[in-house]
């Protein structure tokens, strides 16, 4: 957060943050709200197994991933998985095919800057595993994972670890 030190409405080198959701300015009536953004995780289910990604990029090089991302503005968060899932992995899926299971708050450190972000699970059942097309800049790969093998120290993120932790149960 250290990044921001001007004020873009007067200049002033001293923006003040409150260390939780806006920076504002002491020489100007300058306010920017660093609101937590929404974002969405797919549970991609297959019998008793989860669909992973393995993350190409920080944060969690190289880390399992639930398939998802953060919503663009005037999308709904099904519109959100049903856009991810196809920029992801080349799947086209009916947003009213996702069933809604619960949040979790999170953090996204992201070029010096921790997002809060509200992380939105969704579950997608398949019959049969599928092909997919990996987005090569994004995943490096794609991995099915029995319930009972999932090593929760190789998930990207705290709010999935804790949400599967509670949706295997």
């Known amino acids: ?15 003040l943050w409150n260390n939780i959701t806006k920076w504002s300015c002491g020489n100007c009536d300058f306010i ?9 995780a797919v549970i991609i289910k ?7 990604t393995v993350r190409n990029q920080e ?19 099904e519109e959100t998985c049903s856009r991810e899932l196809y920029e992801e992995l080349g799947l ?7 069933k809604y299971l619960g949040s979790q708050p999170n953090i996204y450190p ?10 939105l699970f969704y579950l997608y059942e398949v019959e049969e595993k599928f092909e997919i ?11 099915w994972v029995k319930n009972p093998d999932i090593d929760f120290d ?4 705290e709010s999935q670890k804790r949400f599967l932790k509670q949706f295997l149960l």
Request: hydrophobic letters at 30%; a negative charge.
């Open 133 to 143: 097309q990996l987005e090569e800049s994004e995943i490096s790969d794609g991995i």
């Open 92 to 98: 086209t899926i009916n947003p009213e095919e996702f």
């Open 32 to 40: 920017l709200y660093h609101n937590t953004a929404a974002a969405v």
């Open 110 to 119: 992201y070029k010096n800057i921790d997002y809060n972000t509200l992380d």
């Open 1 to 15: 957060m250290e990044n921001l030190r001007f004020c873009p409405q007067c200049g002033h080198e001293k923006l």
């Open 46 to 52: 297959c019998k008793d197994e989860i669909f992973f």
């Open 154 to 157: 190789k998930i990207a993120f």
């Open 59 to 77: 944060p969690g090089l190289g880390k399992w991933d639930l398939s998802g991302g953060f919503t663009d503005p005037e999308e709904s968060s």
